[in-house]
């Protein structure tokens, strides 16, 4: 037997004691009474008489309640056992003031409610390991960085490294420091053979991947290199969704076929043997991926690349890899040197376009408990000064100083845990809240840019719960000592009252100065997204409603569109309610970018001028179904004349850059090879076309049925359909359903969204932001006006005599109250001043989240110092207001 | 009860050790037996109030060295009796060992210089 197994077994015994108080007491209570009967007896063999005998076994015996303890201490742990008294108390002592209890608890709900759902957050999207692949953290990607000169948008440029399936496989052969290489791409199909023409989201992978994220299909079986191989590639994998919605979840779907029309370039349908379903927690690489095909078979179509993707081998660190990877990329892809290449984590990589706001915003919620704590511990001194005599009377009893911090301790650890509870209810709000704020439409057209990585990840767990549990604990302990040393052991009260007005003073100038940062950080952020949202788009989104309708492609050939699209529009503009409707191959916020070289000069081959412009193809109604003003010379014609064969109009930018400050009105341009000449017949507003935050670029507009393509696809990602409506753009969809279903009866509308919904889902981060950085500025300057109001009230309450006195003396209401005014004013006033300082060397960090404001902007500072300035009068005023009313007489006669 | 001078403290940790010894010579003893043959082996000597006594019963049978069980005394009353068990017999044997190496070092330390 282990020598020490007795402490094992004394602990269990301890234990057992303390989780069964009841059961222990009774056997003790038993025990001394048998103890208290063999004395009595003993007693009585002496000689006793029976009633005497009782009292000297008594005697003999001790004080039974001190015996009492000791046994209790003996058989379980003291300080447990103190606690348990410790802890009811607790409550019957916050139950006589309820006031108070409130206050506290929600005071720490707010902060650690707001603590758990940035947890939350911050947990799920940076911290957990991805979800779709094992040891995630082992995933890496290769990133590089272009200068200027080489990168296609002219500007220093960031990006994945693309390679090919045969510069994968290749690179496979060459590095031992991965061992997985592979690469992954977004594709988009048509969905033929069903009742309904409908478009899916899928992805294309090298059937690597599956090994590399050690991802198990849940039927079937996953890619082998034999789908890479020619003549392999006919085979696609399914989602979990995909495979219920398609097949309702049946187990025998391995072996079908689907029919998937690629909507991307050539348009071709084709039969795909279905061979596995994935389950339904691989999102890869997105949460909205329907389907995976080979990333592409050997010898099919012009060279698509992806990004690479990679697991490091089992003891190979990052920049080993890094070191072993980047010279046989560049020599695979040739490119220069001063393309820099860096390998950086996946998960990183994922979330790196939202981790500096999540750090900001997580700072900011625990700025926003360190005030709440503050408060809470504001309360509790008051409270304390309230209960001097209790704790007075206590230590009189013989309550130790520890004993009575324990005590203390006790009290602010009840009401932290109350708090982390109704914390926890309003951090289930909290991630509902920011789930809704986070979501956009999930719409590859849009890009990634727009949606919030691993959305699918967010939610309250155990790892949250764990935490909440140790920020309230964290948090009580923190209020809970402050009192309690703020508290001298005891002597003359003079320093007693010195001293605690000292620490009041000292955290309202703390919960200031952190108020101030946040309100810095707050304004900055909604500011930003005021400004961002303020922009001219250049068009009109209210009361638009955007489309696009899903053909059976085996009908529509490429040029049947045309002709489809105009039938629509045709249709679409006898359906009461529609001013306007209109088709055009993108729409703003449609990532999908067609560059054309646009110039005075036929293509001269002047590398010099590269000339570009963004092409936007369109149908003659487009500018007024989208509201952008024609500022010049006019649009297309109704009637299409054919003096409108090769007509253009352009936007403003372009007509500064082509011609200055001359008329473009009637001139000639050549648009990409084209020799022959187009006419401008118009200017345009500029339009943000990608975006709130990208200046508009030079763009020309041509009559889209007119457009002979140099080559491509008239529509690559399909045609897009915008009807103004005179009323709520929702109200036309079953019109328009009717009038798609009337021309064709297997075509289906999909991506149905108002345009003022694609405007807005493109401003959720920002919105987002602002929303979360104003919500705790809010709540940061509240709790500290609150608590500047506590001390104010609290020095009036104690110091009622004195100011009796003085006034008893002469001195004026006013003089005492100015007197007490300023004084907050000052302290407010310091701490103003250090949150100004704190936030202007902070602010920094913000400079990627604004837009159209410095992070030192001085309109923000010098607006929250006036704001604060004019809270802290208010919050100070109104307590200090009740001097007025301190009657000199009342107070001498207490005297 | 004898006052005075020759009343002895018991050195910390040693009274385990003599509950231990007791039970094992005198077979199972109630609280108050126990407690009555030690002051009667000490001759009166020993200060051994119940107070010491409980938390110290407590103790041991929360280490798994002696075993309480409620049984009925000769005079009808209901009693919790103390047996050593054999983890308790291994225990003693150690501690009185350990206890007779100490006494012996005190004895050369305390009586060498005199």
Same mark, same amino acid.
């Given at each position: 037997?282990?020598?020490?197994?007795?402490?094992?077994?004394?602990?269990?015994?301890?234990?057992?004691?303390?989780?069964?108080?009841?059961?222990?007491?009774?056997?003790?209570?038993?025990?001394?009474?048998?103890?208290?009967?063999?004395?009595?007896?003993?007693?009585?063999?002496?000689?006793?008489?029976?009633?005497?005998?009782?009292?000297?076994?008594?005697?003999?015996?001790?004080?039974?309640?001190?015996?009492?303890?000791?046994?209790?201490?003996?058989?379980?742990?003291?300080?447990?056992?103190?606690?348990?008294?410790?802890?009811?108390?607790?409550?019957?002592?916050?139950?006589?003031?309820?006031?108070?209890?409130?206050?506290?608890?929600?005071?720490?709900?707010?902060?650690?409610?707001?603590?758990?759902?940035?947890?939350? =957050?911050?947990?799920?999207?940076?911290?957990?390991?991805?979800?779709?692949?094992?040891?995630?953290?082992?995933?890496?990607?290769?990133?590089?960085?272009?200068?200027?000169? !080489?990168?296609?948008?002219?500007?220093?440029?960031?990006?994945?490294?693309?390679?090919?399936?045969?510069?994968?496989?290749?690179?496979?052969?060459?590095?031992?420091?991965?061992?997985?290489?592979?690469? #992954?791409?977004p594709v988009l199909m048509g969905l033929?053979?069903?009742?309904e023409a409908a478009r899916l989201q899928g992805?294309?992978?090298?059937?690597?991947?599956?090994?590399?994220?050690?991802?198990?299909?849940?039927?079937?079986?996953?890619?082998?290199?034999?789908?890479?191989?020619?003549?392999?590639?006919?085979?696609?994998?399914?989602?979990?969704s995909a495979?219920?919605r398609?097949?309702?979840? !049946?187990?025998?779907? =391995?072996?079908?076929?689907?029919?998937?029309?690629?909507v991307l370039?050539?348009?071709?349908?084709?039969?795909?043997?279905?061979?596995?379903?994935?389950?339904?927690?691989?999102?890869?690489?997105t949460g909205t991926t329907q389907?995976?095909?080979?990333?592409?078979?050997?010898?099919?179509?012009?060279?698509?690349?992806?990004?690479?993707?990679?697991?490091?081998?089992?003891?190979?660190?990052?920049?080993?890899?890094?070191?072993?990877?980047?010279?046989?990329?560049?020599?695979?892809?040739?490119?220069?040197?001063?393309?820099?290449?860096?390998?950086?984590?996946?998960?990183?990589?994922?979330?790196?376009?939202?981790?500096?706001?999540?750090?900001?915003?997580?700072?900011?919620?625990?700025?926003?408990?360190?005030?709440?704590?503050?408060?809470?511990?504001?309360?509790?001194?008051?409270?304390?000064?309230?209960?001097?005599?209790?704790?007075?009377?206590?230590?009189?009893?013989?309550?130790?100083?520890?004993?009575?911090?324990?005590?203390?301790?006790?009290?602010?650890?009840?009401?932290?845990?109350?708090?982390?509870?109704?914390?926890?209810?309003?951090?289930?709000?909290? #991630?509902?809240?920011?789930r809704t704020l986070a979501t956009t439409l999930e719409r590859m057209d849009l890009g990634s840019a727009v949606s919030f990585p691993?959305l699918y990840?967010?939610?309250?767990?155990?790892?949250?719960?764990?935490?909440?549990?140790?920020?309230?604990?964290?948090?009580?302990?923190?209020?809970?000592?402050?009192?309690?040393?703020?508290?001298?052991?005891?002597?003359?009260?003079?320093?007693?009252?010195?001293?605690?007005?000292?620490?009041?003073?000292?955290?309202?100038?703390?919960?200031?100065?952190?108020?101030?940062?946040?309100?810095?950080?707050?304004?900055?952020?909604?500011?930003?997204f005021?400004?961002l949202s303020g922009v001219g788009l250049g068009y009109d989104p209210q009361q638009v409603l955007t489309f696009q309708v899903a053909v059976? =492609?085996?009908?529509?050939? !490429?040029?049947?569109l045309?002709?489809f699209a105009?039938?629509v529009v045709?249709g679409l503009r006898?359906v009461p309610g529609v001013q306007a409707a209109a088709y055009a191959n993108q729409l703003p916020m449609v990532v999908l970018k067609d560059?054309?070289?646009?110039?005075?000069?036929?293509?001269?081959?002047?590398?010099?001028?590269?000339?570009?412009?963004d092409?936007r193809f369109v149908s003659?109604d487009y500018f007024r179904a989208m509201g952008i &003003?024609?500022?010049?010379? &006019?649009?297309? !014609?109704?009637?299409?004349?054919?003096?409108?064969?090769?007509?253009?109009?352009?936007?403003?930018?372009?007509?500064?850059?082509?011609?200055? &400050?001359?008329?473009?009105?009637?001139?000639?341009?050549?648009?990409?090879?084209?020799?022959?000449?187009?006419?401008?017949?118009?200017? #345009?507003?500029?339009v943000r076309q990608f975006g709130f935050d990208r200046?508009?670029?030079?763009?020309?507009?041509?009559?889209l049925?007119?457009?002979?393509?140099?080559?491509?696809?008239?529509f690559p990602l399909g045609a897009y359909y915008a009807v103004r409506t005179t009323s709520d753009p929702w109200g036309v969809v079953p019109h328009i359903r009717q009038v798609v279903r009337?021309l064709d009866?297997?075509a289906a509308l999909f991506n149905v969204a108002p345009m003022q919904q694609l405007v807005s889902t493109t401003l959720s981060r920002p919105r987002m932001?602002?929303v979360?950085?104003?919500?705790?500025?809010?709540?940061?300057?509240?709790?500290?006006?609150?608590?500047?109001?506590?001390?104010?009230?609290?020095?009036?309450?104690?110091?009622?005599?004195?100011?009796?006195?003085?006034?008893?003396?002469?001195?004026?209401?006013?003089?005492?109250?100015?007197?007490?005014?300023?004084?907050?004013?000052?302290?407010?006033?310091?701490?103003?001043?250090?949150?100004?300082?704190?936030?202007?060397?902070?602010?920094?960090?913000?400079?990627?989240?604004?837009?159209?404001?410095?992070?030192?902007?001085?309109?923000?500072?010098?607006?929250?110092?006036?704001?604060?300035?004019?809270?802290?009068?208010?919050?100070?005023?109104?307590?200090?207001?009740?001097?007025?009313?301190?009657?000199?007489?009342?107070?001498?006669?207490?005297? | 009860?004898?006052?005075?001078?020759?009343?002895?403290?018991?050195?910390?940790?040693?009274?385990?050790?003599? /509950?231990?010894?007791?039970?094992?010579?005198?077979?199972?003893?109630?609280?108050?037996?126990?407690?009555?043959?030690?002051?009667?082996?000490?001759?009166?000597?020993?200060?051994?109030?119940?107070?010491?006594?409980?938390?110290?019963? /407590?103790?041991?049978?929360?280490?798994?060295?002696?075993?309480?069980?409620?049984?009925?005394?000769?005079?009808?009353?209901?009693?919790?009796?103390?047996?050593?068990?054999?983890?308790?017999?291994?225990?003693?044997?150690?501690?009185?060992?350990?206890?007779?190496?100490? /006494?012996?070092?005190?004895?050369?330390?305390?009586?060498?210089?005199?």
């Amino acid at each position: 037997m282990d020598p020490d197994m007795w402490r094992v077994r004394r602990f269990l015994h301890r234990l057992r004691a303390f989780l069964r108080p009841g059961a222990s007491e009774r056997e003790l209570a038993r025990e001394l009474t048998a103890q208290l009967g063999l004395l009595e007896d003993e007693y009585r063999r002496r000689g006793l008489r029976p009633d005497e005998a009782r009292l000297a076994a008594r005697r003999s015996l001790g004080g039974v309640d001190q015996l009492k303890e000791l046994h209790r201490d003996a058989r379980s742990i003291p300080w447990l056992e103190d606690a348990r008294r410790d802890v009811p108390h607790a409550f019957r002592s916050l139950g006589r003031n309820p006031g108070f209890a409130f206050a506290a608890v929600a005071t720490l709900a707010i902060g650690i409610g707001a603590n758990t759902t940035m947890f939350s =957050v911050v947990n799920s999207v940076l911290l957990k390991p991805l979800s779709y692949a094992r040891d995630s953290d082992r995933l890496v990607r290769l990133m590089m960085d272009m200068p200027a000169e !080489d990168s296609p948008t002219r500007a220093p440029l960031r990006t994945a490294v693309g390679l090919s399936a045969g510069e994968i496989a290749e690179l496979q052969r060459r590095t031992r420091a991965l061992s997985h290489v592979g690469t #992954v791409g977004p594709v988009l199909m048509g969905l033929g053979g069903h009742e309904e023409a409908a478009r899916l989201q899928g992805a294309r992978v090298s059937a690597s991947v599956f090994p590399m994220l050690g991802a198990r299909p849940l039927l079937g079986r996953v890619f082998d290199s034999a789908d890479e191989r020619t003549g392999g590639g006919h085979v696609v994998l399914l989602s979990h969704s995909a495979w219920q919605r398609l097949f309702a979840g !049946d187990h025998a779907v =391995v072996g079908r076929t689907i029919r998937l029309e690629s909507v991307l370039g050539p348009r071709r349908q084709s039969h795909y043997t279905v061979v596995g379903v994935m389950p339904g927690e691989f999102r890869f690489p997105t949460g909205t991926t329907q389907f995976w095909l080979p990333f592409q078979p050997a010898g099919t179509g012009p060279v698509i690349r992806g990004p690479m993707l990679g697991r490091l081998a089992d003891g190979v660190s990052i920049e080993a890899a890094a070191a072993e990877v980047a010279p046989a990329v560049r020599q695979l892809r040739g490119h220069p040197a001063r393309i820099r290449y860096e390998l950086v984590r996946e998960q990183a990589e994922l979330v790196a376009p939202v981790r500096p706001a999540l750090l900001v915003l997580w700072a900011a919620v625990g700025v926003v408990l360190l005030i709440a704590c503050v408060n809470v511990a504001n309360l509790l001194l008051a409270r304390s000064a309230a209960r001097q005599r209790e704790f007075a009377i206590r230590a009189a009893l013989g309550a130790g100083r520890m004993r009575l911090i324990r005590q203390a301790l006790a009290e602010s650890l009840v009401l932290a845990l109350l708090g982390g509870t109704a914390g926890v209810l309003l951090a289930v709000a909290g #991630v509902r809240l920011l789930r809704t704020l986070a979501t956009t439409l999930e719409r590859m057209d849009l890009g990634s840019a727009v949606s919030f990585p691993r959305l699918y990840d967010l939610g309250l767990d155990g790892v949250a719960l764990v935490f909440t549990l140790g920020v309230s604990v964290a948090a009580g302990v923190m209020f809970g000592l402050a009192p309690a040393f703020g508290r001298p052991a005891g002597g003359a009260s003079a320093s007693l009252r010195a001293s605690r007005l000292g620490t009041g003073r000292l955290l309202v100038i703390a919960e200031v100065a952190m108020a101030t940062v946040l309100l810095v950080v707050g304004t900055l952020l909604v500011r930003s997204f005021v400004k961002l949202s303020g922009v001219g788009l250049g068009y009109d989104p209210q009361q638009v409603l955007t489309f696009q309708v899903a053909v059976p =492609v085996e009908r529509y050939p !490429d040029e049947r569109l045309k002709a489809f699209a105009e039938a629509v529009v045709a249709g679409l503009r006898a359906v009461p309610g529609v001013q306007a409707a209109a088709y055009a191959n993108q729409l703003p916020m449609v990532v999908l970018k067609d560059t054309f070289r646009v110039g005075r000069m036929p293509d001269s081959r002047a590398a010099a001028n590269p000339g570009g412009a963004d092409a936007r193809f369109v149908s003659r109604d487009y500018f007024r179904a989208m509201g952008i &003003r024609v500022r010049a010379g &006019r649009g297309f !014609d109704e009637a299409g004349e054919p003096r409108d064969a090769r007509a253009l109009l352009i936007n403003q930018a372009l007509a500064r850059r082509e011609f200055g &400050r001359e008329s473009p009105l009637g001139a000639t341009v050549f648009v990409g090879r084209d020799p022959h000449p187009w006419r401008v017949i118009g200017v #345009v507003d500029d339009v943000r076309q990608f975006g709130f935050d990208r200046e508009p670029e030079p763009q020309f507009f041509a009559e889209l049925r007119r457009w002979a393509p140099e080559a491509g696809p008239l529509f690559p990602l399909g045609a897009y359909y915008a009807v103004r409506t005179t009323s709520d753009p929702w109200g036309v969809v079953p019109h328009i359903r009717q009038v798609v279903r009337g021309l064709d009866d297997r075509a289906a509308l999909f991506n149905v969204a108002p345009m003022q919904q694609l405007v807005s889902t493109t401003l959720s981060r920002p919105r987002m932001y602002a929303v979360l950085a104003g919500v705790f500025a809010g709540v940061a300057v509240l709790l500290a006006a609150i608590g500047l109001y506590g001390v104010i009230a609290y020095t009036v309450a104690r110091r009622t005599r004195e100011i009796g006195i003085r006034m008893a003396l002469g001195a004026h209401g006013t003089q005492v109250m100015r007197a007490i005014l300023g004084r907050s004013l000052a302290t407010s006033l310091v701490g103003l001043v250090l949150g100004l300082a704190g936030a202007a060397a902070g602010a920094r960090v913000l400079e990627s989240m604004l837009f159209g404001l410095r992070p030192l902007d001085p309109a923000t500072y010098v607006g929250v110092s006036l704001a604060f300035a004019a809270v802290a009068t208010v919050a100070s005023y109104l307590p200090a207001r009740r001097v007025m009313k301190v009657d000199p007489v009342a107070v001498l006669r207490c005297e | 009860m004898p006052r005075g001078p020759d009343r002895v403290e018991l050195l910390q940790g040693t009274l385990d050790l003599i /509950v231990l010894r007791a039970l094992a010579t005198m077979g199972p003893q109630h609280a108050y037996g126990l407690a009555a043959r030690l002051e009667q082996t000490g001759d009166h000597r020993l200060t051994l109030n119940q107070g010491t006594l409980y938390p110290a019963l /407590v103790r041991l049978e929360q280490k798994g060295w002696i075993r309480g069980t409620w049984r009925t005394t000769e005079h009808n009353r209901e009693a919790k009796y103390y047996t050593i068990t054999k983890p308790g017999l291994r225990a003693l044997e150690k501690q009185t060992e350990r206890w007779r190496r100490l /006494v012996g070092l005190l004895d050369r330390l305390l009586l060498d210089g005199s």
